[in-house]
């Protein structure tokens, strides 16, 4: 079912090489949105997300590259003073707090962008409405927006968006400042909304890659290390940053006679999915495992499988005990974790079949 006043034509492809120069580093990174596209940016904070957002959305001037969306050039610097004045690009930028004008009734707030855009006002209201019950609010077109909570605000920020009948969305983290049950109910609407739309959208959120993301791309200190599927992405991390938020341990070791090699551990070929290592000796790789498939077996591990740490710190959880070792976390009962303390050693013991490596950067 297409939108109300949009046709699937109507979503754009946006290419761009966004250099923007920051105090410690310099932004340097590639996009490529195939049209209808979805693609997710993730990175640490400070890694230049909202920098390349806000050079796509015009908000922030490029100190090299060009931004194309629809085949069409919007912004180009192709040497230092040679500067292609920006075009107006047709995206809107959806962020943490909603922005509506306050003066505004929820109704002309998404008829803003149709009216601006020369559409007579009562097909732009009556569009206006059917965007609402769209989002989930229907009859709300009265409602002023202090008289909405803040996922209500939300929702209209995504109608009036989408009324404007945008070449691209751009989302800075819209869901990170709602509830965990209103973050899921936006997120489900943004999904269902956004599908045809070339979007991009960064976030924190692993739950929001997979489900708002065809693509997942990571950014590092203004560079990308990542790109792929966002489920494969998440499920083979290629830098500590990835592993944790796919809730993963990731330790890094050297492939050696058959082996893997880690600094306090050695995983024989039988330990990986039963079949020998295909990997030439000296090749670095990434053991990968979640918390869950770790287990404390005392100070005297022996068999092929365990090693000998300490205890670096605690933290309680939901069902038991998070222990910090000074390799990788480890999830434990809260019955097993009753005599562990800081700096005390123990044994720690991997699930085999649980075990699985990545290249590394």
Partial sequence: MNSPGRSTADAHALRAHVVVAREHFTVDVDVDVAAGESIAIMGPSGAGKSTLLQALAGLLPLTAGEISIGGRVVDRIAAPQVHTAPMDRGVVLLGQDARLFPHLSARENVAFGPRAGGIARR??????????????????????PRELSGGERQRVAVARALAASPRAVLLDEPLVALDTETAGEIRNMLREQLAGTTTVAVTHDATDAIALAERLVVIESGRVTQVGPAREVLTTPASGFVAAIAGLNRIVGV?????????????????????????????????????EDVSIVGDEAATAHSWRTVVRSLEPTLSGMRVYTAECKVDVP????????????VGLQINPAALRFAPTL
């Fill in 123 to 144: 097909s732009a209201q009556a569009s206006a409405d059917e965007w609402l019950t769209r989002v989930g609010l229907p009859g709300a077109g009265d409602r002023m």
């Fill in 255 to 291: 492939v050696r006679d058959g082996a893997w090699h880690g600094d306090r551990m050695t995983l024989p070929h039988t330990s990986v999915g039963g079949s020998a290592i295909a990997t030439p000796d000296g090749t670095t790789l990434a053991a990968l495992f979640r918390p």
């Fill in 334 to 345: 809260l019955a097993d974790a009753a005599m562990l303390v800081p700096g005390m050693t």
